[in-house]
Structures are given as structure tokens and as C-alpha cells.
T-cell receptor, first 111, second 113 residues
């Protein structure tokens, strides 16, 4: 069983929809949680970074961490075609040197 | 800043050949990471350096893989001899000490026939 599980999708939604992306994990030592966005044929880029449990909002993006359930989520409001990409969750126990990534969820936002 | 620069962007080679991938991290970044990405396994950390010194190479799959960082602005990942199962996208990433964000290059897509 993988340490981090993520539904690969693909997930297809209409423009303007609210998107929910999720990851579950098994290592209770994880404290740092990240979401990366990866466009086709590009490297991942950091989208959201949270420490421990709670919510963090940045524009149309909200990251949630529930450590008791070992579950993290990324919500995208008013989704746009430019949000079409693969979203990778990542986490680490300390500092961020050894990140464990999910396999990514492919999202397509259609006009 | 130009970001993390990787070369070559694409490499097609035959089984048994030596492959060398190159990376120039962002100037001033203390940490450099090599990752491999496949559909089945996602992004896997191979090795990382701090101030040019290898800190953790536990992700290097086998002795055919080696990595060096001779100075702060250059690193190589070498596969010798290459095998078809090494086909993947190899990413280099860098960051500053104390910061969480990793900056990735655009990757080197390797195909071993």
C-alpha cells in the first residue's frame, strides 16, 4: 500500500464548477502538506503549502488538512479552463526535504 | 532568474548506453533534488544534495544510477548501462534552506529502447 493515495482521475468539470481534489495518507508523522500543479510537459509548481491541520485560502484555492482522518483536500472555486492540469499532493514529516507525492489527479475544465 | 534548467529535454537511447542528465539549479539555492516521474509510481525522490554534498541517496534504484554535484551551479544524473525500465521523466528541483517551496525544472524525458 502506498503512503499517499490519490485518485488519478481524469476529472472533467464545466467552467465555473467547484472542484474537490483529495489525498489520503498513512504516515501519521506527516506535518507539512502541499499541493502542486503540473501542466502537460512541464515541471510541478507549488500551489498551496500548509502546516499541520486546518484550512488555508488563497484566491480561488482552499487547502484543508484533517490529520485525525489522514485526509487532505484542495478546493478550486469558479474553475477556469486554465486550471486544467494534473494536481499532485505532497507531504513530509519535517522540513520538506523528503517529500512523498501522490500520483496526481488529472483535471480538465471544459468551456 | 531563469529557473531550474535541465538538459537534454528529450533523450532517446538504446539499452546499454550511458545516459547523462544535467541540471543547473537556481542561483543561491542550497538544496538540489533529483526526482523520477512515471505514470505508475508518480514522482519519486532519487537523491538530494545540500551545499553540493549528497545527503540522502536511498531512492537511487540501483548501482547503475549515480549523481554528482561538483559545484553549486551544476549537477548530473548518470545511468550506466541504461535499461528500458529507466524510461521516465527525470526532474531536477532546488530550494533555499528554511523554505518549503521546491522549484522544478521542466524535466528530461528519457526513452530507452
Amino acid at each position: 500500500q502506498k503512503e499517499v493515495e490519490q485518485d488519478p482521475g481524469p476529472l472533467s468539470v464545466p467552467e465555473g464548477a467547484i472542484v474537490s481534489l483529495n489525498c489520503t495518507y498513512s504516515n501519521s508523522a506527516f506535518q507539512y502538506f502541499m499541493w502542486y500543479r503540473q501542466y502537460s510537459r512541464k515541471g510541478p509548481e507549488l500551489l498551496m503549502y500548509t502546516y499541520s491541520s486546518g484550512n488555508k485560502e488563497d484566491g480561488r484555492f482552499t487547502a484543508q488538512v484533517d490529520k485525525s482522518s489522514k485526509y487532505i483536500s484542495l478546493f478550486i472555486r469558479d474553475s477556469q479552463p486554465s486550471d486544467s492540469a494534473t494536481y499532485l499532493c505532497a507531504m513530509s514529516a519535517g522540513g520538506g526535504n523528503k517529500l512523498t507525492f501522490g500520483t496526481g489527479t488529472q483535471l480538465k475544465v471544459e468551456l | 532568474d531563469a529557473g531550474v534548467i535541465q538538459s537534454p529535454r528529450h533523450e532517446v537511447t538504446e539499452m546499454g548506453q550511458e545516459v547523462t542528465l544535467r541540471c543547473k539549479p537556481i542561483s543561491g539555492h542550497d538544496y538540489l533534488f533529483w526526482y523520477r516521474q512515471t505514470m505508475m509510481r508518480g514522482l519519486e525522490l532519487l537523491i538530494y544534495f545540500n551545499n553540493n554534498v549528497p545527503i540522502d541517496d536511498s531512492g537511487m534504484p540501483e548501482d547503475r544510477f549515480s549523481a554528482k554535484m561538483p559545484n553549486a551551479s551544476f549537477s548530473t544524473l548518470k545511468i550506466q548501462p541504461s535499461e528500458p525500465r529507466d524510461s521516465a521523466v527525470y526532474f531536477c528541483a532546488s530550494r533555499v534552506a528554511g523554505a518549503g517551496e521546491l522549484f522544478f525544472g521542466e524535466g528530461s524525458r528519457l526513452t530507452v529502447l
